[in-house]
């Protein structure tokens, strides 16, 4: 199975919405979880310990939130998925696009990669950016209380 072949997430799937689901942690699994339960349940409420300001800097919650990161393509393609112009958001947010396959050196075990032959595009930026950015999608839906 690949990307190409994976079956979608599809909300039609789902015949009944009811209840109220709780979600602990508004980190980015926290996040996407709110996203597709609010399909299923009438309401969501979504807690953290720290207090979410709208900024993209590292909270003590997540204190590896300082690491560069990158998103891998299966993330882009479900977060696109799930909030249709995601890309964009961090493009505009600053995110950057970079080639894994050969616009970047990777040492491991004594010796860089190899660069490969086709490009490999991720989104690359700081990990609060990324937070902050698909916070900010589930913020605006109707049902969910962050
Ligand atoms: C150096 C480094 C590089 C990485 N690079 C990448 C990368 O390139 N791409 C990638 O996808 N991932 C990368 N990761 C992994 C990524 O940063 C996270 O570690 C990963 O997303 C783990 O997420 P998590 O859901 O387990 O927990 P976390 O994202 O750590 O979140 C836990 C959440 O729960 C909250 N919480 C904790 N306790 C409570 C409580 N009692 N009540 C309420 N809320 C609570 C916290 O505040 C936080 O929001 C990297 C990690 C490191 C260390």
């Known amino acids: 199975m690949t990307l190409a072949t994976a079956p979608r997430y599809d909300p039609d799937e789902i015949e ?3 209840g109220h689901a709780v979600v602990v942690g508004a980190n980015m699994s926290g996040l996407i979880a709110s996203r597709v339960l ?3 349940f009438q ?3 979504l807690i953290d310990k720290d207090p979410l300001v709208d900024d993209a800097s590292a909270r003590p919650g997540t204190p590896q939130a300082n690491h ?3 998103m891998k393509r299966a993330g882009q393609v479900v977060l696109e998925d799930l909030f ?4 964009d958001d961090l493009t505009d947010a600053g995110a950057l696009t970079v080639d894994l396959a050969r616009g970047v050196k990777i040492y491991t075990q004594g010796d860089f990669f ?3 032959p086709s490009p490999i595009q991720k989104y690359s930026a700081s990990r609060p950016l990324f937070e902050q950015t698909t916070r900010r999608r589930v913020a605006k839906l109707d049902r969910v209380t962050i």
């Open 16 to 18: 009944e919405r009811r």
């Open 38 to 40: 609010i399909d299923r």
């Open 43 to 45: 309401t969501v409420t």
């Open 68 to 70: 560069i990161h990158v």
């Open 84 to 87: 249709p112009g995601n890309g």
């Open 114 to 116: 190899a660069h490969g």
